[in-house]
């Protein structure tokens, strides 16, 4: 890899703003480079005692329907008598 090129890479937080669920990972986040987004200016004391800068997001697998179990179920056979109905072939007169 080529020395210089590369953004800082360091342990982060991120948060769930709706269910309130956390996780310590690392990200690029993490350090202040020239044309990125740059550090986040929040910080959280993690259960290590460490402080860390915190990342809000709006969704998570804490809070999505999809990992939740909490998505709707789509009725498709009703669909498809609908549009038989409204598209299906006439009967010959």
């Known amino acids: 890899m080529k020395q210089g090129i590369h953004p800082a890479y360091g342990p982060v937080v991120f948060r769930d703003r709706s269910s309130g669920f956390a996780f310590l990972t690392r990200s690029t986040l993490a350090g202040d480079a020239p044309g990125g987004p740059g550090r986040p200016p929040a910080t959280v004391e993690w259960t290590d005692g460490k402080t860390y800068p915190v990342v809000d997001v709006e969704v ?34």
């Open 60 to 93: 998570s697998s804490a809070s999505h329907p999809f990992w939740t179990g909490s998505s709707r179920v789509v009725d498709t056979a009703g669909r498809v008598e609908k549009f038989r109905r409204r598209y299906g072939q006439k009967e010959d007169r």
